[in-house]
């Protein structure tokens, strides 16, 4: 494949991202390689040092040993950097792994106290109150106006402040927060977003100060409900902390599921626009029927018009509040025949669950969305059968 123009849009460089080299074969190699060749000693200890300074390995030296740097995992890096508009991108084995290292890179750099601005994903709120890895945190109570979140930040904020973490559209409320507000009230201390539910077709974080992009590449990127990853799009420096911190925990994404990660780069732009187009026509559905107290989808609540500025559509997660609480939920859970009753999300099918009880379990009391919500991520099927299915669960 040829160079991609400077001016090339999202689209195009999704389908060329990572491939620029390639002229020999037209997909890219899948390399399995634990060890790589010494050309000689010389050139292998320079690479080495390279590589434990968290820079790519030199030309000459090779990439050494497959838990410091994986050439078709290096791939997917570059396109999904290239799709969120940073120099570098660092993949790693799940999102969880990701957040796990982009604490450590915080703890490496002197940071101690972590600002979490909920909702955040169930593990990610979990991982910060256990105090496994010597943080404490301050939560930030979620609210769908973020100048009352940006007031809160700047009250929680200390000298020994090295993060605060927020995610937008949140889950599984898919509030929306105003990153330009969020990163000035967060000051010199570095925003990270996980951008995972907006995916970087629909939202790119770094355009708006924000230093750390992560994904659950589990989800969109991966698309396909059989790869797990997870990855952080930052700048140059912050990615050499996060490789460091991958080499020396092997905390590294497998070569396969980089390899399927960037193979799904191309197909994404669609993917998340079919899946928004369909999600638009439940969602719309949802408001209508009698046994829905509440939908929640950005297309329907964008109190501050984030969408069109920062994003550039509402997504394809819609949340909906069930009569008849805990067990007007489960009945529908129980009553699906096409749409999978499972976690997660991003995938080609749709996908339902119950936050309280699965993917928020350990939020504490009070955090925890209600036992109403069901959370909907959709799918590429017809939504004429999306919603047949729904129609029949919600009885
Ligand atoms: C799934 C998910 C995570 C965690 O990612 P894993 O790949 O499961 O480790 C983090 N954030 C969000 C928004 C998620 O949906």
Redesign the pocket.
């Given at each position: 494949m040829g160079t991609t123009p400077d001016n090339a849009s999202l689209d195009t460089r999704a389908v060329h991202a990572g491939r620029a080299d390639l002229t020999e074969v037209h997909a890219p190699p899948l390399d399995l390689s634990t060890t790589y060749p010494l050309p000689d000693v010389d050139s292998g200890g320079a690479s080495y040092d390279a590589l434990a300074a968290g820079l790519p390995p030199t030309d000459e030296g090779g990439p050494i040993y497959a838990r410091a740097w994986n050439p078709t995992v290096a791939r997917f890096e570059e396109g999904l950097a290239e799709l969120e508009g940073t120099t570098d991108a660092v993949a790693f084995a799940?999102?969880?792994?990701a957040?796990t290292a982009a604490i450590l890179a915080m703890r490496a750099r002197g940071g101690h106290h972590i600002i979490g601005v909920r909702p955040l994903?169930g593990?990610?709120d979990h991982l910060l109150s256990l105090g496994l890895l010597d943080v404490e945190a301050t939560y930030v109570d979620p609210h769908p106006d973020t100048a009352v979140v940006a007031k809160a930040i700047g009250e929680a904020r200390r000298s020994d402040t090295g993060l605060v973490i927020c995610?937008t559209p949140g889950?599984p409320t898919l509030d929306l927060l105003d990153l330009d507000v969020i990163v000035e009230a967060a000051g010199d201390v570095p925003v990270m977003v996980?951008n995972?539910?907006a995916t970087p077709v629909l939202q790119n974080p770094a355009a708006h100060g924000v230093a750390l992009v992560m994904h659950?590449?589990?989800?969109y990127l991966g698309g396909h409900g059989d790869v797990?990853?997870?990855v952080i799009a930052a700048d140059a420096d912050w990615a050499g902390t996060l490789r460091q911190v991958r080499i020396i925990t092997g905390s590294l994404m497998h070569p396969l599921a980089g390899y399927l990660l960037h193979r799904g780069l191309p197909t994404l732009p669609v993917r998340v626009r079919a899946q928004q187009a369909h999600a638009e026509i439940v969602a719309a559905w949802l408001a209508e029927h009698p046994q829905v107290l509440d939908v929640f989808y950005p297309g329907l609540h964008d109190p501050m018009g984030v969408i069109g500025r920062q994003m550039r559509g509402p997504g394809a997660m819609v949340s909906l509040r069930v009569r008849g609480g805990y067990a007007g939920a489960a009945a529908m859970l129980s009553g699906l025949r096409m749409i999978t009753h499972a976690v997660?999300?991003g995938s080609t099918d749709t996908l339902a669950q119950h936050p309280a009880a699965l993917t928020h379990r350990p939020v504490p009391d009070g955090a925890r969305p209600t036992d109403d919500i069901v959370r909907l991520s959709i799918g590429l099927e017809d939504p004429a059968d999306i919603i047949a299915d729904l129609r029949s669960a919600l009885g």
């Open positions: 799940s999102g969880m792994a957040t994903y593990g990610t995610e889950n996980d995972t539910f659950s590449a589990t989800k797990m990853g997870g997660s999300l």
